[in-house]
């Protein structure tokens, strides 16, 4: 249990104010005796280094040692218990679980007001397309977030949990805040709300980072299908739960947003730290001040990192790669063309199932509980690919499995995303007369919510694929481009929150996602082009592993 919660940030504040008396690390007390002995060992990694050639004199001389003295620090052994991939499976599912409840609980938030614009809007004067703003600009907040919170993550000192707290602080005291303003101007209630999606950043981005950090390559899809879950579950849960509360009291949805916030605050204290370099960093620094040496120094304190630099990479660095390698362009652009889509449902839904199926704001939430249906149906069958035949496959094989490998379940499924759309397009518009001449729906309700099913689940699988190649080949700017991939998505849903419903006013529902299923169809050749030539690709790009 000590050590389980020794590397949370409750376990981090127990050791601060016990002075280190509580929840011990080996380095706290007989550390030294330990590393001697198992420095005799074969497998201890933590030896006397040579002259290393990544360590950088000048950084080790300010720190008071030089390369003939310098203790590597490093894993005990490849067994290592604080090794975040040797993490029992408890730690590892706890860990995964806050993620999960901490990525839907930002994701809800996004979509949980929608049910509230047809009160809002007539309290400030606005039609109801001016009123989308405050999804708009929330999504746009947690689309630019992650371009400050992933290089923090990255950088060795700070790590993982420190951004997330950080951010989530914040997070929280907006969130209350947003319960207490609904008597004030439209323009607070907007800036709170991108202020919200922008603390809630960090997790959207980097949640697939932790998941890496403690899964290796074939358990990682598992976390990722976790992860991903609750990106589709978060906004399609978060009509059905203020649904039918708005009508009593619009401001609800607010407090629910608070609620839930304040119940993460537990869950947040007890999240163990992933980052392998964070880790390393405080083991060499107990074991500085246990034995009141310097040349005990972890990995990534041997060379110079200019923090400047880490962020100037995250800023710049994945758009350069989008613009030079094709292959990135292309998951970025089509990624982000799928999650638009999807986010049109929120403008789309009240135009059909309350205009044409006379559904109420609650009814209308549960359709949204379709695509987790759909989604949920096709994680399964994608599981049991992994499981029964592609792991077994690729362990048998004993090497490096090529990474356009795993975008294989990707072509069928991206066929379900036009199909969906086109399905729901059709089916929700067409109008049938009776003997009386009065127009009906010519198809039942459930038809056209098929489509819907069929559409995300689609592209949950489409996403899953994308982000294992992407985690493969682009291994060393992962969380940057996560970040930037994260951007892009945020950045066109914002877009298409502000503008498809007049598209669809405008044009038809059925013209307006046809729209949308051609591009979508358009992705489903270039998920079946990068499968074919992605390996040609990465061999003519500086940024992929080979």
Not at 288 to 315: C, H, N, Q
Not at 405 to 434: E, K, N, Q, Y
Not at 535 to 546: D, I, P, T
Request: aromatic letters at 14%; one cysteine or more.
């Amino acid at each position: 249990m000590a050590s389980f919660l020794r590397d949370t940030p409750l376990g981090q504040l127990i050791r601060l104010v016990s002075g280190g008396r509580l929840l011990k690390y080996t380095e706290d007390g007989n550390g030294l005796e330990m590393l001697r002995n198992r420095r005799l060992q074969h497998a201890d990694r933590t030896t006397q280094a040579p002259v290393n050639a990544e360590a950088d004199p000048e950084v080790l001389a300010k720190k008071g040692t030089n390369a003939d003295d310098l203790v590597l620090v490093d894993w005990y052994s490849p067994t290592d218990p604080e090794n975040p991939r040797n993490f029992s499976t408890a730690k590892k599912l706890w860990t995964s679980f806050i993620i999960f409840i901490y990525t839907f609980v930002v994701y809800c938030t996004s979509s949980i007001t929608t049910p509230s614009y047809a009160y809002i809007a007539p309290q400030h004067g606005l039609n109801e397309t001016s009123v989308s703003l405050i999804l708009a600009l929330y999504v746009l907040g947690y689309a630019l977030g992650p371009l400050l919170f992933a290089p923090l993550s990255e950088i060795p000192w700070i790590g993982r949990n420190i951004p997330y707290w950080a951010s989530f602080l914040p997070f929280l005291a907006f969130s209350i805040a947003l319960t207490q303003v609904q008597d004030l101007n439209f323009a607070t209630i907007c800036i709170l709300r991108f202020l919200q999606g922008y603390f809630g950043s960090p997790i959207l981005a980097t949640g697939a980072a932790s998941y890496d950090d403690i899964f290796d390559e074939f358990e990682s899809p598992y976390g990722y299908m976790i992860w991903l879950g609750a990106m589709y579950a978060g906004p399609a849960v978060g009509p059905l739960l203020s649904g039918y509360a708005v009508v009593r009291d619009f401001r609800w949805p607010y407090w629910e947003v608070a609620i839930m916030a304040g119940g993460l605050v537990p869950l947040i204290l007890l999240l163990p730290e992933t980052s392998a370099d964070y880790i390393l960093l405080q083991r060499a620094k107990r074991m500085r001040k246990f034995t009141g040496e310097p040349k005990y120094r972890a990995p990534s304190e041997i060379k110079r990192v200019r923090v400047a630099k880490v962020f100037i990479d995250a800023l710049i660095k994945p758009t350069e790669i989008a613009m030079k390698d094709p292959a990135i362009a292309f998951v970025t652009v089509y990624g982000g063309v799928v999650y638009a889509t999807y986010y049109s449902y929120f403008e789309a839904f009240p135009l059909v199932y309350h205009d044409r199926y006379g559904f109420s704001a609650g009814a209308i939430g549960l359709i949204f509980l379709s695509a987790i249906i759909g989604a949920g149906i096709c994680a399964v069958i994608y599981a049991i690919y992994l499981q029964l035949y592609f792991t077994p496959r690729a362990l048998h094989i004993n090497a490096a499995i090529p990474q356009e490998r795993w975008l294989i379940p990707s072509m069928p499924f991206s066929v379900l995303c036009p199909a969906g759309l086109f399905l729901f397009a059709w089916t929700a518009t067409a109008t049938s007369h009776d003997a009386n001449g009065i127009e009906h729906p010519t198809f039942h309700w459930i038809v056209p919510t098929i489509g819907i099913a069929l559409f995300s689940g689609g592209s949950y699988v489409v996403f899953q694929c994308t982000i294992i190649y992407i985690s493969l080949s682009y291994r060393k700017y992962f969380a940057s481009l996560s970040a930037t991939y994260d951007m892009s998505r945020g950045s066109l849903a914002a877009g298409v929150v502000m503008g498809s419903r007049a598209v669809f006013v405008s044009w038809g529902v059925d013209k307006g996602v046809s729209v949308l299923a051609g591009v979508s169809a358009a992705g489903v050749l270039g998920m079946a082009y990068l499968w074919r030539y992605g390996a040609m690709l990465r061999s003519r790009s500086r940024f992929a592993e080979r």
